[in-house]
């Protein structure tokens, strides 16, 4: 039998070690799960990641995050439902697939509203960012708490060159399920198909559409090169990638935390941008390694310009908060409508 001094000592080294490990360990920590829309290698995943080394750090380990990349929680439209019924703690999606549940947001989805990085920080870390927050809350119940940028959406298909609105005739092009981007393509003379994100991938691969179009970024980190062939450099949409949070889960943290929170979002902002300035030409050479063509439309862009700007532009005045609104950004990146 343990002498009765032995044994105290025991319990009590067994206490103090206890007391060690509970100050020092997370005894159990908690773990966030955020939908990624994109695979490894994306910018989504980029501020996945850093939105979570944050969260980590300033929590001293009690609080982590773990990405579910590709969609594995649902398509990125179902994710915003999710987040906003408190089903799902964060989602990483594009803001095209935001548009349908606050349409304000739409202001940056405008064709040739943000034409370029700079201006796209501008406007998400600015006023506007801080308002389309306030929207998706309202209208959305999810909070946005990081922007990711991806760059300019560029038009891919497999069947050939496209320079000019006469060469994308015929061709099946997926976008999302997206009214904005749907009248666009509508205002270059095609019917474009409106597909889910989680879904383009196989359709491209089994010939149901001929393209599609997503950043330089997006279609290196999704593998399109390997069932795409020509890539046309428009620049009718800046991607902005939002990461954005269930609002009942951001209302149930204590102040600190939610201080915590926002502050993990802003730095994996500013990563985000400076992950993509570092990395897009590099991407583009990596594609055409790859095999992809790579041309600009013809004339400058003019005909694509003119046609979208016409056409879209008036008719999403009203979703988007008013003329007034779209005036009031222009401004404040030195143009006008
Ligand atoms: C889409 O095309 O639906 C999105 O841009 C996909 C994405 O999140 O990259």
Same mark, same amino acid.
């Given at each position: 039998?343990?002498?009765?001094?032995?044994?105290? @000592?025991?319990?009590?080294?067994?206490?103090?070690?206890?007391?060690?490990?509970?100050?020092?360990?997370?005894?159990?920590?908690?773990?966030?799960?955020?939908?990624?829309?994109?695979?490894?290698?994306?910018?989504?995943?980029?501020? %996945?990641?850093?939105?979570?080394?944050?969260?980590?750090?300033?929590? !001293?380990?009690?609080?982590?995050?773990?990405?579910?990349?590709?969609?594995?929680?649902?398509?990125?439209?179902?994710?915003? !439902?999710?987040?906003?019924?408190?089903?799902?703690?964060? +989602?990483?999606?594009?803001?095209?697939?935001?548009? #349908?549940?606050? =349409?304000?947001?739409?202001?940056?989805?405008?064709?040739?509203?943000?034409?370029?990085? $700079?201006?796209? *920080?501008?406007?998400?870390?600015? $006023?506007?960012?801080?308002?389309?927050?306030? !929207?998706?809350?309202?209208?959305?119940?999810?909070?946005?708490?990081?922007?990711?940028?991806?760059?300019?959406?560029?038009?891919?298909?497999?069947?050939?060159?496209?320079?000019?609105?006469?060469?994308?005739?015929?061709?099946?092009?997926?976008?999302?399920?997206?009214? /904005?981007?749907?009248?666009?393509?509508?205002?270059?003379?095609? &019917? =474009?198909?409106?597909?889910?994100?989680?879904?383009?991938?196989?359709?491209?691969?089994?010939?149901?559409?001929?393209?599609?179009? &997503?950043?330089?970024?997006?279609?290196?980190?999704?593998?399109?090169?390997?069932?795409?062939?020509?890539?046309?450099?428009?620049?009718?949409?800046?991607?902005?990638? #939002?990461?954005?949070?269930?609002?009942?889960?951001?209302? +149930?943290?204590?102040? *600190?935390?939610?201080?915590?929170?926002?502050?993990?979002? @802003?730095?994996?902002?500013?990563?985000?941008?400076?992950?993509?300035?570092?990395?897009?030409?590099?991407?583009?050479?990596?594609?055409?390694?790859?095999?992809?063509?790579?041309?600009?439309?013809?004339? %400058? *862009?003019?005909?694509?310009? $003119?046609?979208?700007?016409?056409?879209?532009? #008036?008719?999403?005045?009203?979703?988007?908060?008013?003329?007034?609104?779209?005036?009031?950004?222009? &401004?404040?990146?030195?143009?006008? /409508?």
């Amino acid at each position: 039998m343990m002498k009765k001094k032995v044994w105290l @000592k025991c319990v009590t080294g067994f206490a103090v070690t206890a007391l060690v490990l509970s100050l020092s360990l997370p005894v159990s920590a908690k773990t966030w799960k955020i939908a990624v829309g994109d695979s490894g290698g994306s910018p989504q995943e980029q501020t %996945g990641i850093k939105f979570a080394q944050v969260l980590e750090r300033e929590t !001293n380990g009690n609080y982590k995050a773990t990405l579910f990349l590709n969609g594995q929680l649902g398509s990125e439209q179902d994710t915003v !439902n999710d987040c906003a019924m408190g089903t799902l703690d964060f +989602s990483l999606l594009a803001i095209n697939n935001v548009t #349908p549940f606050s =349409p304000t947001v739409g202001s940056l989805s405008l064709p040739y509203v943000i034409q370029s990085i $700079e201006e796209a *920080e501008k406007l998400t870390q600015g $006023e506007i960012g801080a308002e389309l927050t306030q !929207n998706t809350i309202r209208d959305a119940n999810v909070r946005i708490i990081a922007w990711t940028y991806t760059g300019f959406r560029v038009l891919t298909n497999s069947k050939k060159p496209v320079k000019t609105l006469k060469d994308l005739k015929g061709l099946v092009v997926r976008v999302p399920k997206n009214a /904005i981007m749907i009248d666009t393509y509508k205002s270059w003379g095609i &019917n =474009p198909t409106p597909m889910a994100w989680s879904e383009t991938f196989t359709a491209l691969q089994q010939k149901v559409v001929d393209g599609q179009d &997503n950043p330089y970024m997006t279609v290196w980190a999704m593998k399109f090169y390997e069932i795409q062939k020509y890539v046309t450099a428009i620049r009718y949409l800046f991607s902005l990638e #939002p990461l954005i949070i269930s609002e009942d889960l951001f209302q +149930s943290q204590s102040p *600190e935390m939610q201080a915590i929170i926002l502050k993990a979002g @802003k730095e994996a902002t500013l990563h985000s941008a400076a992950f993509l300035k570092k990395s897009e030409d590099n991407i583009k050479k990596e594609l055409v390694n790859a095999g992809m063509v790579i041309d600009e439309p013809a004339n %400058g *862009e003019k005909e694509w310009i $003119e046609k979208a700007t016409k056409a879209v532009w #008036p008719k999403y005045y009203d979703s988007i908060g008013g003329k007034d609104k779209l005036e009031k950004i222009l &401004n404040m990146l030195g143009r006008s /409508i």
